[in-house]
């Protein structure tokens, strides 16, 4: 539907100058400008005039944000051309260039790749390759510097650890382009160079590695087309004489290299007049993607540009979509907390963007409106979830109040912070029997019955792909048991498939129906279109009816089922292995850029979503929500400013001066994200704003800051007014939800707590100390690992290497560690008379999760298993004469400092008190003979010393005995101490720790080492 322009926006759509930035706020028109311009260029006479030289579609050229928007400004154009009776060129429009800007640098790069002598078909890796890419170049990188002993990095790693190293390095490769201009700035501290030397060393060969495959990721996309661009004066040309007029709406996210490209496009600053000419278009107050890597700054700075005389800045200052009171909540609000200085000096940074009071644009329609509502939460003692569970019912109360109103569902919207809490507000509104509709950034192809039909589809191309046919045959499609799954596999290696209809087993009715669909619809591959292939799949096997049994969940599966099914018939043209790559790549886009339009047009269901993905919308009721979510608070391990790097230092409870100063800069930073965020947030709704929760708030929540610039005070369920700009008065209304809203909470039968009267009669156990963060723990594992092999310490607990896995036959499941694992937790749990199953599942879940479940017949075996181990140590006698002395105490959790800062960690597995003293015991599990015990025994020496010694020094009392008791043999090994052992004990001990701090490499005397090791199957150690 076509509106009439406004001046300003008129002086947009039929403007002549040739480079243009509209800056203006929420609501303005700005994408409804953006199409008017198209539809003018394009020849269509737009506020009474029509342009002298119409161009033509193909030289239009328009970036947004996301799929959904391009689509959506796609269907605006063809409808607007329908309207205007251009009905050559509506049925065209999907030829046009709309499209993110990942589709916009994808053509280029393919287009120009013969020219750059590169691959002519460039393939885009998924998300998960690139990732993977992406951490072997990172580990490459390291080793390598590693091994050229490369300054800094090793001693980087002696004190951070690997892992830490790692998160650090994998943090910068994601900043891309960034991170080259970090390195280019220098001037760092040295462990960030060093790190920062190693990161471009790791990007230079994650770039080669990609054109050696002739492979592109979503950040090289970018970057390259943007190189391209720079270098390449042939493309930069032809693409300048290709394309009139490039479009970008939502300019404020664009990141720096997006910027670079359009200038380079347009030659800004230049003076010619044969490039591309811009149209860029945002609202700065909106920049919140800020973790995507888009920069208030660049906006920033392209307006600077633009003003200095190489562009033109349009401003737009009405607002068309919001009603005056949300307007002058907007104002009241997000107006102010925008405005607010964050430094004390009140020296705004570039990234603090000015408030624009938003102005009515039509008078007569916006004037009059409902209250903004604001719903409060009294008091109530279960913290924060009970106040959104109390939150959630009064919005499904207010919705349906709304809906009887005759406010459609597809109308309303609930946006929040984050997507932590929205299946509560989802669940709350179902109960209320509100259809909602909630598709998180990446969630449709992860949904349980997409996965289904892609590995369907995966089975139909190609059966002898064993994964994609045992997961056919698992699905809802075929539905056969894990059992089942393992007789096919033990019937033989695979391809399964040419031997299905061979294998033994009780369900081979289901297996072979299973077997003929495959085959049928096999049959019809590539000859009937691909919907009707599926459509076929679903109504023979039964998938429909499946769906049909799912409770509420249905709705939304089967509407996700008819999705999918659409999308199959658009791609009609290519084979089933073309669909299937292009979901993948459709998967993979939608992972980077997010959604928008929360539904299908015909869907009257109420959205859930983020405000981040709410950009650019609108909805006639709009629930803010979840205003007392504080921000994150997660600590990274390296800080990233704009031309600052600065790591963690885990030894120190004081960060350095530097770190600090760039940590404050990037909270400043965030603070003012958070502030536009609210702005998006409060400028979605055309008619009515519900902002909740408001009421006993902490000062970080939004909800604090909102309740305080509207004092709020007590006020409940009244009307507060409040003096209007220019004149007037304007209100809000507050509604105070009440707690018998509440849905009752009956007790869940569970645990009996242990009352303190209980506590009280246990005895004391060994109190753990607490030490200063990052002390050099060393554990009596580690004593073990130097015991045997020093190279392998230094690899393992002086550079903090991950050991690499060997290939092991067998089952994944119940390696000899995990099995330990999961009897010493139970053992710590048991309780005499207890049911023994409950805890080894729980453990299992805990320590095994891949392991397979206790209704399969591996299952069953491995649980019979630990059954048996863990029954044979509280049964036996000797354990018992332990575990039974007064004051006996499992698992206990140690400290024992040996300097400042200095010591040993580690678990005793039980410990007791006998009139001679200590009783100390181990428990081991792993097959060991009668033969081969004494030679174990002396195995585990260190570890005994390293308890013995804690224990003696924690609990100030002598140690009597200390057992190993091998649980899968049942036999014990008992060391009765006499008094003058001790000393040499300790020296031993002290020598030990300096062998550890020293770090010497030295190889193993001990040869049978290396038949096992990790660091020589990959080759890091030659081994003895
Ligand atoms: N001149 C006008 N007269 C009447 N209505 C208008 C006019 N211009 C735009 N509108 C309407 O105002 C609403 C908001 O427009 P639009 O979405 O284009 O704003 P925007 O500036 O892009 O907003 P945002 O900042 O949220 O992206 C739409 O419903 C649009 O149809
Ligand atoms: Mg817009």
Not at 744 to 763: F, R
């Amino acid at each position: 539907m076509s509106t009439t322009p406004t001046a300003h926006q008129l002086a947009v759509i039929e403007g002549t100058d040739r480079h243009l930035l509209v800056a203006a706020g929420a609501g303005s028109g700005k994408t409804a400008t953006v199409i008017n311009r198209l539809l003018y260029l394009l020849g269509v006479p737009i506020g009474g005039r029509t342009i002298a030289t119409p161009v033509t579609l193909e030289r239009l050229a328009a970036i947004t944000f996301t799929i959904p928007a391009a689509a959506e400004l796609k269907r605006k154009l063809r409808e607007r051309l329908r309207e205007a009776g251009r009905t050559d060129l509506a049925w065209r429009a999907d030829t046009a260039r709309i499209g993110t800007i990942h589709s916009f640098c994808g053509e280029v790069l393919q287009e120009f790749a013969l020219h750059q002598d590169a691959s002519p078909s460039i393939s885009v890796l998924q998300e998960g390759d690139t990732r993977a890419l992406v951490g072997e170049s990172a580990r490459d990188a390291l080793v390598a510097a590693v091994e050229a002993g490369h300054p800094g990095i090793t001693d980087l790693l002696s004190r951070r650890g690997q892992k830490d190293v790692d998160e650090a390095l994998l943090q910068l490769l994601n900043q891309g382009d960034r991170l080259r201009q970090l390195a280019a700035v220098g001037n760092q501290h040295p462990d960030e160079t060093a790190l920062i030397a190693v990161a471009v060393a790791a990007l230079d060969l994650l770039e080669q590695r990609l054109r050696d495959g002739g492979t592109v990721d979503f950040d090289r996309m970018l970057t390259w087309t943007r190189d391209l661009l720079t270098s390449d004066d042939y493309a930069r040309r032809t693409l300048q004489r290709r394309i009139h007029t490039l479009i970008i709406d939502e300019f404020q996210d664009v990141d720096p290299v997006q910027w670079e490209m359009a200038r380079l496009l347009g030659e800004v600053g230049s003076g010619r007049t044969d490039t591309t000419r811009l149209l860029l278009v945002g609202d700065p107050k909106q920049s919140v993607y800020r973790f995507r890597g888009a920069d208030v700054a660049t906006w920033r700075a392209v307006e600077r540009i633009f003003a200095g005389g190489h562009g033109t800045v349009v401003p737009l200052n009405e607002n068309f979509r919001s009603t005056a009171p949300i307007l002058d909540f907007v104002a009241a609000t997000a107006g102010r907390l925008l405005d607010t200085p964050l430094n004390e000096t009140g020296v705004r940074q570039d990234y603090e963007i000015n408030f624009a009071r938003l102005e009515v644009g039509q008078p007569e329609r916006q004037s009059e409106g409902p209250n903004v509502e604001l719903i409060a939460v009294p008091p109530l003692d279960g913290g924060v979830d009970q106040i959104r569970a109390l939150e959630a019912e009064a919005i499904a109360r207010r919705a349906v109040a709304l809906h009887a109103d005759g406010v459609g569902w597809r109308e309303m919207a609930l946006l929040f912070p984050t997507w932590s809490s929205s299946g509560l507000y989802q669940d709350t509104l179902r109960r209320h029997g509100v259809p909602t509709y909630l598709r998180r950034d990446e969630g449709f192809y992860e949904r349980r019955e997409i996965m289904d039909q892609i590995v369907a589809l995966q089975a139909v191309r190609d059966p002898t792909d064993d994964l994609a046919l045992t997961g056919f045959l698992r699905s809802p499609f075929v539905g056969v048991r894990d059992e089942t799954l393992l007789a096919i596999a033990l019937a033989g290696a695979g391809p399964y498939w040419p031997r299905l209809r061979q294998v033994e087993c009780a369900e081979r009715e289901l297996l072979h129906h299973g077997v003929a669909l495959l085959e049928r619809a096999s049959a019809l591959r590539d000859r009937v279109p691909h919907d009707v292939l599926l459509a076929g799949l679903l109504e023979e096997s039964g998938y429909w009816a499946h769906l049909a049994l799912l409770g509420p969940e249905r709705q939304q599966g089967i509407a996700n089922l008819r999705k999918f099914l659409a999308l199959a018939r658009d791609h009609a043209e290519g084979s089933l292995g073309d669909l299937l790559r292009s979901i993948a790549a459709e998967r993979d886009r939608e992972d980077r850029v997010g959604d928008a339009r929360l539904h299908g047009e015909e869907d009257d269901v109420v959205t859930l979503t983020t405000i981040h993905s709410a950009k650019g919308l609108q909805w006639e009721a709009v629930f803010w929500c979840d205003l007392v979510r504080g921000p994150s608070n997660k600590i990274p391990k390296i800080l990233v400013g704009r031309g600052q790097v600065a790591l963690k230092d885990p030894e120190v409870k004081t960060q350095s001066d530097h770190w600090e100063a760039l940590a404050g800069e990037l909270k400043n930073e965030e603070s003012a994200e958070r502030a536009r965020l609210a702005y998006v947030a409060s400028t979605r709704a055309k008619k009515y704003l519900i902002v909740s929760p408001l009421g006993g708030e902490k000062p970080v929540h939004m909800a604090k800051f909102v309740g305080e610039q509207l004092k709020l005070g007590e006020a409940t369920d009244v009307a507060l007014t409040y003096p209007k700009h220019g004149g007037g008065e304007w209100s809000v209304t507050v509604t105070m939800a009440d707690p018998a809203w509440l849905p009752a909470n009956d007790a869940a039968p569970g645990l009996v707590p242990i009352g303190s009267d209980a506590l009280d009669t246990l005895p004391q156990p060994l109190v753990p100390i607490s030490v200063p963060a990052g002390a050099p723990l060393h554990s009596a594992s580690e004593a073990l690992v130097l015991a045997r092999c020093e190279r392998k310490h230094w690899f393992r607990h002086v550079l903090g290497f991950i050991e690499p896995a060997q290939a092991r036959g067998g089952p994944s499941f119940g390696a000899a560690t995990t099995r330990g694992q999961i009897v010493h937790e139970v053992l710590e749990r048991h309780q005499v008379g207890q049911d023994l199953e409950l805890l080894i599942e729980a453990a299992i879940r805990e320590e095994d999760p891949t392991a397979p479940g206790p209704d399969s017949a591996d299952g069953k075996a491995y649980r019979q298993e630990l059954r048996q181990v863990i029954e044979s140590v509280t049964s036996d006698a000797a354990y018992r004469e332990v575990a039974d002395l007064p004051g006996a105490r499992r698992e206990l959790r140690f400290v024992y400092l040996t300097g400042p800062g200095e010591g040993w960690q580690g678990t005793l597995d039980l410990a007791a008190r006998n009139d001679q003293g200590q009783v100390l015991l181990d428990v081991k599990t792993g097959k060991v003979s009668e033969a081969d015990l004494e030679h174990r025994t002396e195995h585990y020496r260190p570890q005994q010393e390293v308890y013995t010694l804690a224990a003696r020094a924690i609990a100030g009392k002598r140690v009597a005995e200390f057992r190993f008791h091998f649980a899968e043999s049942g036999t014990q090994v008992r060391h009765v101490y006499m008094e003058d052992e001790l000393v040499p004990m300790a020296e031993r001990l002290a020598e030990q720790v300096v062998r550890m701090e020293s770090g010497a490499p030295e190889l193993t005397r001990h040869p049978e080492e290396c038949e096992r090791c990790g660091f020589k199957t990959v080759g890091w150690c030659p081994g003895v």
